[in-house]
Antibody, heavy 118, light 113 residues
Framework: QIQLVQSGPELKKPGESVKLSCKAS????????INWVKEAPGHGLKWMGW????????THADDFKERFVFSLETSASTAYLQINNLNIDDTSTYFC???????????WGQGVMVTVSS | DIVMTQSPSSLAVSAGETVTINCKSS????????????LAWYQQKPGQSPKLLIY???TRQSGVPDRFIGSGSGTDFTLTINNVQAEDLAIYYC?????????FGAGTKLELK
């Protein structure tokens, strides 16, 4: 069955970096883009961007251009989100989700909680 | 960026009632090339990831009960839930995928009366 399995919760200090993983299974990894969605406490869902799993080209939403890196390990059907120079506002749950271009998101990872605290 | 405005922000209902959630986009989501509106609805239960309910504004995702009905076109959309069940208590989000950045509505929290 189709699954997106994300890595475990993270506790980090301001200024540190974190790299989250999203392992896909049950489908051909390169048939769908991987999108990243942020859910900050009490702030709903925000699309961060996507990565084209065929060309490896990332596209970032404006608020996520500076410190956010999308990458792939195609041989392992895994996508990564790295957040550099963490700050308190990065405390959120991050979801990976698959979707074809200009299409809805039909499968989601379970989410990973990142807590940034001094 | 396309702004998605959802209403109401919360709704208290009794089991068996019908509820309507509205979503309005700041520009049309209807693509003339295929006459489809690029609008989806998601359900998110506490502690879970969002689940796709409706895409292309009115197409129900496989396995979604037929009491969930999406309607609308262009800029105005509605999610109707007939015969609400206790298991439907969740936050519902609309989302456009017409162009990047994709944006979500602020969500509608469905609670039991």
């Amino acid at each position: 069955q189709i699954q997106l399995v994300q890595s475990g919760p993270e506790l980090k200090k301001p200024g540190e970096s974190v790299k989250l993983s999203c392992k896909a299974s049950g489908y051909t990894f390169t048939d769908y883009a991987i999108n990243w969605v942020k859910e900050a406490p009490g702030h709903g869902l925000k699309w961060m961007g996507w990565i084209n799993t065929q060309t490896r080209k990332p596209t970032h939403a404006d608020d996520f251009k500076e410190r956010f890196v999308f990458s792939l390990e195609t041989s392992a059907s895994t996508a990564y989100l790295q957040i550099n120079n963490l700050n308190i506002d990065d405390t959120s749950t991050y979801f990976c989700t698959r979707g074809k271009f200009w299409d809805s998101f039909d499968y989601w990872g379970q989410g990973v909680m990142v807590t940034v605290s001094s | 960026d396309i702004v998605m405005t959802q209403s109401p922000s919360s709704l208290a209902v009794s089991a068996g009632e019908t509820v309507t959630i509205n979503c309005k986009s700041s520009q049309s989501l209807l693509y003339s090339g295929n006459q489809k509106s690029y609008l989806a609805w998601y359900q998110q239960k506490p502690g879970q990831s969002p689940k796709l309910l409706i895409y292309w504004a009115s197409t129900r995702q496989s396995g979604v009960p037929d009491r969930f009905i999406g309607s609308g076109s262009g800029t105005d959309f509605t999610l109707t839930i007939n015969n609400v069940q206790a298991e439907d208590l969740a936050i519902y989000y609309c989302q456009h995928y017409y162009d990047t950045p994709y944006t979500f509505g602020a969500g509608t929290k469905l609670e039991l009366k």
